[in-house]
């Protein structure tokens, strides 16, 4: 090696006796992650292949078909984005904004300012309609704001994390046909635990997550795009000013075309097309019914020790749900202590309800009738000493 | 579930029968990506914990120590983005390059012909310098290009995975110093198997990927920023046009405050962790001596068969190599049957290099006697029933 003579010294590293990787058990009752299901854990330790051996292009095909079951669409552009679900939620805003258009966001919770702050990057002209972090919008609501603002696209959000809140769908989609404009739709904590029918709620732009409903750890972020949306984008004046994200190129790859993009992230894509499966071999409505049972059960024994839910019952997502830290609860300390204590995750409050709740996650895999009795047990034994 | 009654019927999965997920075994043998290190399957395959969990926010911290070892770089904005290394080429784009600026980009193969694409998107005023695939730039080319361009961002490759160049780096930065512009580097193909120092080449930006010399599977980029490309990022005009990857937000989550961005890949990045820990482990000279001994004794072998490689042995990358497809030989044909009957991946050509040239890597893992040693008998054995 000739080179040799003239290469600087190397450093040596800081961490050269740092030991094999040992990891603690928790369980994850918070926003997110859960706990992934043991099978998909075993399909994301497989050997990688090749992002266009033969097998892995079927293997792409079947993770679409899942995917466009687990949200009851059609949509041909229905895949898996590299990338979190945040990436997914960048791909919808930037494959659909172009300069100057306006963009109508629904915010209430953290999320909806997410879509805010991303639209704007794209250069849209955005306006906001509000609610309480807490409450969800009216038909009424979001018709007045499609006359008021004539939007482009209305952005909101299914099932918003940062409140427990589920958004009624039922004729908003009407609407945004009425009104000339796309919806885009997050269902990043609905996806595989609470009714979702992209085709039938018109829905034209949706992302999620693979983390939370969906078993798997997390790292790919699912994206779909309708014939109206796959219309205005073959109709952009500009490229997408996105590359990693651009729809138009993903579409070679992960169309017929199999034409190379960037590598894919293959061993999370055996990830996911086992956490698909396994949703499909227990059936939606399955899924969708036990999410539902056991927050049911959640929330009556939250009632039985006297603690108060945030959200009113009509609008509560069954995957997630917001506790009141009642008067002279230290919040945070009580669930440092549960995971110092007892490896339980739960989550705290973000934007204007930091502090105020605890927020708890039953999804995929961790929607059981067990640990829902797990953590009633943890707060009855453990919230009297933080009171 | 009173809402039960206005639900849609469910569409059924045409994918309910689908089977528990079995791959096929793969040597992988090509541009990536490469076989991953048993050990670090094993770690991707841990249940996840939390993004906020204390146990992980102290493996983020080894993880960028580890990868400031890999690259020999004090810069603190080093981490892993959380997606795939061409997501991390962007990044270096997305938070560097202003709307209007002019970006040189030297082009000597199919990875500058992606970072012009990008950089026209960021609005850009890009200008090209080129070489034929298969060469690369002196010290005298780029130093008249600095000078008729006069650009803010010089961006080229160090190891050009579709030529199987490695450009010489010595006194290309003192030369962006001097000329007062910054120096933005892929080194997808090179990290932790070709020599690298990011400071003393005074690289300012670098990105790379997680499955080739890392011996990871693919799904992080690696991505460092050095304290002129720091400043410069803070004295930008508008945000930077893309949130997922702007490091002012990142630099929140992985910087000392840990405020939440997305969700990190946290399986993933346990893989990540232990790869480079091993790579810690063997010594970054024992691996890169490793890669270029293991590169001799095939380039040697592929001699003795007599075959041609592309690129003169002064500018090889021991990393991946281009092996001429001899007249008369059907390359694809070749390299299938290889796939099929051996269970080996070779790549072909990109570009300009398309049906002319087959890639064989040997990274990481990879970079083994054992697999020279089979790659060429499978060459001896079968080439000749392909010509």
């Known amino acids: ?11 040596e590293s800081r961490q050269k006796d740092l030991k094999a990787i040992s990891t603690p058990e928790r369980l994850l009752l918070g926003p997110g992650p859960s706990n992934a299901h043991p099978d998909v854990l075993k399909a994301i330790a497989r050997p990688p292949v090749g992002h266009l051996d033969p097998f892995y292009v079927d293997l792409m095909g079947e993770v679409q078909e899942l995917l466009r079951y687990a949200w009851q669409t059609k949509n041909r552009l229905t895949l898996p984005m590299s990338g979190t679900g945040s990436a997914a939620m960048e791909a919808t805003i930037a494959n659909s904004v172009e300069p100057g258009e306006k963009v109508l966001v629904a915010v209430k919770g953290y999320f909806g300012h ?4 991303m639209a704007t990057r794209y250069q849209a002209d955005v306006q906001i309609i509000q609610k309480d972090w807490g409450e969800a919008f009216s038909l009424e609501e979001v018709e007045e704001a499609l006359l008021n603002h004539r939007p482009s696209i209305l952005a909101m959000v299914h099932a918003e994390t940062s409140t427990g809140v589920c958004q009624p769908m039922e004729g908003i989609g009407d609407l945004c046909r009425k009104y000339d404009c796309l919806l885009l739709l997050d269902t990043v904590t609905s996806l595989g635990g609470v009714p979702l029918f992209l085709d039938e709620w018109k829905v034209d732009l949706a992302y999620s997550c693979s983390q939370k409903g969906l078993s798997c750890p997390p790292g790919l972020g699912p994206f779909s795009m309708g014939p109206r949306a796959e219309a205005k984008l073959l109709k952009r004046k500009n490229k997408v000013p996105n590359w990693y994200l651009d729809v138009s190129l993903l579409n070679q790859y992960w169309g017929s075309d199999r034409v190379y993009h960037h590598t894919a992230p293959v061993n999370m894509n055996f ?8 949703l499909a071999e227990e059936g939606l409505e399955n899924s969708w019914n036990r999410h539902q ?9 939250l009632d039985d020790l006297g603690l108060k839910l945030h959200v009113p019952e009509h609008l509560r997502l069954p995957t997630l749900t917001t506790v009141v830290i009642p008067d002279g609860v230290d919040g945070k300390a009580f669930s440092t202590h549960l995971l110092r204590k007892h490896g339980v995750e ?10 105020k709740v605890w927020r708890i ?27």
């Open 1 to 11: 090696m000739s080179l040799k003579q003239y290469l600087p010294e190397v450093v």
């Open 114 to 117: 997410r879509l805010v702050d």
């Open 271 to 278: 990830g996911i097309r086992e956490a698909l499966r396994l």
């Open 293 to 301: 049972m056991n927050a049911e059960k959640l929330w009556n024994g």
């Open 346 to 355: 739960l989550g705290g409050g973000l934007g204007s309800l930091a502090g």
């Open 361 to 387: 996650g039953l999804m995929g895999y961790n929607s059981t009738a067990k640990n829902v009795e797990h953590i009633l047990r943890l707060f009855e034994l453990e919230l009297p000493n933080f009171s």
